[in-house]
């Protein structure tokens, strides 16, 4: 931020012997993310990930990239995630009834939004209902989060960074028992899922064993390897299903997290959003349907303006494969890492009125806004994958919170961090409260 405010919105960074433009431009990011060439990311910052991922979608590029990205698609289209929403609410209904029953005191919420949204997308990820009391799933939850923050310690500390000293160290010895344990897991769940399809397929499933009740992830990856002998193996189809976990996760935590401290900070903007649920559900706090998502005009608004502020990925990056010319006066070789700076870019005064200031009217329909000067989810053909289903959750997850709950802060103030995702460097606090017909009369009661 300080290099930003100083050298403006394109400049050259060096480290380690690499060589960085960092660009918080949207004019300038252009014609990078459009571009159909350069998709590869850069080899450094994403080479931490591969002992998670191996080569999966995140991390992929050239034509594995692009034939997985084609196959992959359709597991995201709007009729399968439907049959996630009753998912995602089960576990916010869930959510919501521990955030009530800290009674109305300051309730620290990063940790319980985080197992809501692992739980989340566990079962819509893989097909299985994570219990915390399950000893192996217990441990799996633990070892997310370990691996999570190891990835955060060894990128703060240089002399972990070679392959061979990390994996000797003590911090690289729990990360990588932790991934095996995470990799462990998965390849049992997708064992026993195929052996599930398989039966269904053949009719010889025993008549006593229970149908699966729902689409999962996985169960697409299986019938595209059906229907493509020899396209996947299990290696295949367990980095992709970590790649969902991991990726599907995150980023929609930090996204509730600055949500919740933001809408309990604005109280009229929560007004607003429980007005909008009351016009669509009335007092009926039934699961929305995916017509009822859309009617969340105002919430989406609301959604975005906290994406704007708090991009959950606030940093990525791609290895130009060829020369990038800016202007008459400057080009940005090939070879060099291309930095696109999320969080400078959305706070842009040249692209945004008042840009420190929280306003979701600012998404309202017919304002115009500079394709390039909002992307949470990046743009162009690596776009995220998984943005549709991240709007979905979002919305489904907060519908819930703001139609059973009155949020007021105890954390006003935050300074911000990046770890894997954008985090708050002190904890956020806030109250719940009840929501019902003298909800209003609450915060009289509290002056």
Same mark, same amino acid.
């Given at each position: 931020?300080? #290099?930003?405010?100083?050298?403006?919105?394109?400049?050259?960074?060096?480290m380690?012997?690499?060589? #960085?433009?960092?660009?918080?431009?949207?004019?300038?990011?252009?014609?990078?993310?459009?571009s159909?060439?350069?998709i590869?990311?850069?080899?450094?910052?994403?080479s931490?990930?591969?002992?998670?991922?191996?080569?999966?979608?995140?991390?992929?590029?050239?034509d594995?990239?692009?034939?997985r990205r084609?196959?992959?698609?359709?597991?995201?289209?709007?009729?399968?995630?439907?049959?996630?929403?009753?998912?995602?609410?089960?576990?916010?209904k869930?959510?919501?009834?521990?955030?009530?029953?800290?009674?109305? @005191?300051?309730?620290?919420?990063?940790?319980?939004?985080?197992?809501?949204?692992?739980?989340?997308?566990?079962?819509?990820?893989?097909?299985?209902?994570?219990?915390?009391?399950?000893?192996?799933?217990?441990?799996?939850?633990?070892?997310s989060?370990?691996?999570?923050d190891s990835?955060?310690?060894r990128?703060?500390?240089?002399? *972990?960074?070679?392959?061979?000293? #990390?994996?000797?160290?003590?911090?690289?010895?729990?990360?990588?028992?932790?991934?095996?344990?995470?990799?462990?897991?998965?390849?049992?769940?997708?064992s026993?899922? @195929?052996?599930?399809?398989?039966?269904?397929?053949?009719?010889?499933?025993?008549?006593?064993?229970? %149908?699966?009740?729902?689409n999962a992830?996985?169960d697409?990856?299986?019938?595209?390897?059906?229907?493509?002998?020899?396209?996947f193996?299990?290696?295949?189809?367990?980095?992709?299903?970590?790649?969902?976990?991991v990726?599907?996760?995150?980023?929609?935590?930090?996204?509730?997290?600055?949500?919740?401290?933001?809408?309990?900070?604005?109280?009229?903007?929560?007004?607003?959003?429980?007005?909008?649920?009351?016009d669509?559900?009335?007092?009926?706090?039934?699961?929305?349907?995916?017509?009822? *998502?859309?009617?969340?005009?105002?919430?989406?608004m609301?959604?975005?303006?906290?994406?704007?502020?708090?991009?959950?990925?606030?940093?990525?990056?791609?290895?130009?494969?060829?020369?990038?010319?800016?202007?008459?006066?400057?080009?940005?070789p090939?070879?060099?890492?291309?930095?696109?700076?999320?969080?400078?870019?959305?706070?842009?005064?040249?692209?945004?009125?008042?840009?420190?200031?929280?306003?979701?009217?600012?998404?309202?329909?017919?304002?115009?806004?500079?394709?390039?000067?909002f992307?949470p989810?990046?743009?162009?053909?690596?776009?995220?994958?998984?943005? %549709?289903?991240?709007?979905?959750e979002?919305?489904?997850?907060?519908?819930?919170?703001?139609?059973?709950?009155w949020?007021?802060?105890?954390?006003?103030?935050?300074?911000?961090?990046?770890?894997?995702?954008?985090?708050s460097?002190?904890?956020?606090?806030? @109250?719940?409260?009840?929501?019902?017909?003298?909800?209003?009369?609450?915060?009289?009661?509290n002056?």
């Amino acid at each position: 931020m300080k #290099y930003v405010s100083e050298f403006g919105s394109i400049f050259e960074l060096q480290m380690f012997g690499m060589k #960085y433009a960092i660009v918080s431009d949207p004019e300038i990011i252009k014609p990078v993310l459009t571009s159909p060439t350069q998709i590869t990311k850069s080899h450094f910052e994403y080479s931490f990930f591969r002992p998670m991922f191996n080569d999966g979608l995140l991390v992929s590029d050239g034509d594995k990239w692009r034939t997985r990205r084609k196959l992959l698609a359709p597991s995201f289209h709007f009729k399968i995630l439907e049959t996630s929403i009753e998912t995602v609410d089960r576990n916010a209904k869930e959510f919501v009834s521990n955030l009530l029953a800290s009674g109305s @005191k300051p309730t620290k919420i990063e940790d319980m939004i985080c197992l809501m949204t692992l739980k989340s997308i566990c079962e819509t990820a893989m097909g299985v209902e994570l219990n915390i009391e399950d000893k192996q799933q217990n441990e799996y939850v633990k070892a997310s989060k370990i691996c999570h923050d190891s990835l955060v310690y060894r990128y703060l500390r240089f002399w *972990l960074f070679p392959d061979f000293i #990390y994996r000797h160290s003590n911090a690289g010895k729990i990360f990588f028992k932790c991934a095996d344990l995470i990799h462990n897991f998965a390849d049992q769940v997708i064992s026993n899922r @195929k052996q599930l399809f398989i039966a269904e397929k053949t009719g010889s499933k025993n008549k006593n064993s229970t %149908k699966k009740a729902r689409n999962a992830f996985l169960d697409n990856l299986l019938e595209l390897d059906d229907s493509n002998p020899g396209l996947f193996t299990e290696s295949d189809i367990r980095e992709e299903v970590d790649t969902i976990m991991v990726a599907g996760h995150n980023p929609s935590s930090t996204a509730l997290m600055f949500l919740h401290f933001l809408l309990a900070n604005h109280p009229d903007v929560q007004e607003k959003v429980y007005d909008e649920q009351m016009d669509i559900f009335g007092d009926d706090i039934r699961t929305p349907t995916a017509q009822e *998502l859309k009617k969340m005009i105002y919430l989406e608004m609301v959604i975005k303006e906290t994406l704007r502020l708090y991009p959950s990925i606030p940093f990525h990056s791609r290895l130009l494969q060829e020369d990038l010319r800016i202007d008459e006066h400057t080009v940005i070789p090939a070879g060099y890492t291309f930095g696109i700076f999320n969080y400078c870019i959305h706070r842009s005064e040249k692209y945004w009125n008042n840009p420190e200031e929280f306003i979701p009217e600012r998404f309202a329909s017919g304002n115009e806004i500079h394709p390039f000067s909002f992307i949470p989810f990046s743009a162009g053909p690596r776009s995220c994958i998984g943005q %549709k289903y991240a709007m979905m959750e979002l919305k489904t997850i907060m519908s819930r919170v703001v139609r059973q709950c009155w949020l007021e802060p105890v954390t006003t103030t935050i300074s911000v961090d990046y770890g894997i995702t954008l985090t708050s460097t002190e904890p956020i606090l806030l @109250k719940a409260f009840p929501r019902n017909a003298t909800r209003r009369m609450i915060s009289t009661c509290n002056i």
